[in-house]
T-cell receptor, first 113, second 114 residues
Framework: AQSVTQLDSQVPVFEEAPVELRCNYSSSVSVYLFWYVQYPNQGLQLLLKYLSGSTLVKGINGFEAEFNKSQTSFHLRKPSVHISDTAEYFC???????????FGSGTQLTVLP | KAGVTQTPRYLIKTRGQQVTLSCSPI?????VSWYQQTPGQGLQFLFE???????NKGNFPGRFSGRQFSNSRSEMNVSTLELGDSALYLC?????????????FGPGTRLTVL
């Protein structure tokens, strides 16, 4: 069975500072990895995904993530955050054989002025 | 293209009642999945439908059921509501394919059970 661990439940950061949101997964098979963002009272929006190929994945809103198979990690980064990035971020894994996503517990990113 | 729509957006019910939630996927998407989101348990997969057939089911009691219609619209039903069923229920649609390359989520239905 696969699982996803988001190591930080809350990450406060000042505006224009860099941020990294950590995600580790466990799976015995090849996986597909995703980062989603959820703004208050809204559904989930896909930021980026890793299916295969280059391990550095670029997404929307200036976010990027790096797939590290040896460390089973898929950390999300942004070099300079904005107030509007304040939201909850979810890492998710799909092992490819199952038509469902397994989500981490989420990281609340709060960007401070 | 219009996004995934869910109705109603908010719902208040009392224990013991039943509820039906509706989801309209993006045009052309034939797979619809349902997730439950709660502060305590996070996001949990309920079930997935494709071409009116349930293809995958999460670890939820039989009180939770769903169906999909020929136009790909989906409904989920919860019978004999319990306080713990209070949650945001999210619907997601995707194209048919061998893997889930991307799921598009609706805004959710927030269910409150009193």
């Amino acid at each position: 069975a696969q699982s996803v661990t988001q190591l930080d439940s809350q990450v406060p950061v000042f505006e224009e500072a860099p941020v990294e949101l950590r995600c580790n997964y466990s799976s015995s098979v090849s996986v597909y990895l995703f980062w989603y963002v959820q703004y208050p009272n809204q559904g989930l929006q896909l930021l980026l995904k890793y299916l295969s190929g280059s391990t550095l994945v670029k997404g929307i809103n200036g976010f990027e993530a790096e797939f590290n198979k040896s460390q089973t990690s898929f950390h999300l980064r942004k070099p300079s955050v904005h107030i509007s990035d304040t939201a909850e971020y979810f890492c998710a894994v799909n092992p490819g054989s199952a038509r469902q996503l397994t989500f981490g517990s989420g990281t609340q990113l709060t960007v401070l002025p | 293209k219009a996004g995934v729509t869910q109705t109603p957006r908010y719902l208040i019910k009392t224990r013991g009642q039943q509820v039906t939630l509706s989801c309209s996927p993006i045009s052309g998407h034939r797979s619809v999945s349902w997730y439950q989101q709660t502060p305590g348990q996070g996001l949990q997969f309920l079930f997935e439908y494709f071409s009116e057939t349930q293809r995958n089911k999460g670890n939820f009691p039989g009180r939770f059921s769903g169906r999909q219609f020929s136009n790909s619209r989906s409904e989920m039903n919860v019978s004999t509501l319990e306080l713990g069923d209070s949650a945001l229920y999210l619907c997601a649609s995707s194209t048919a394919g061998a893997i889930i390359s991307e799921q598009f989520f609706g805004p959710g239905t927030r269910l409150t059970v009193l």
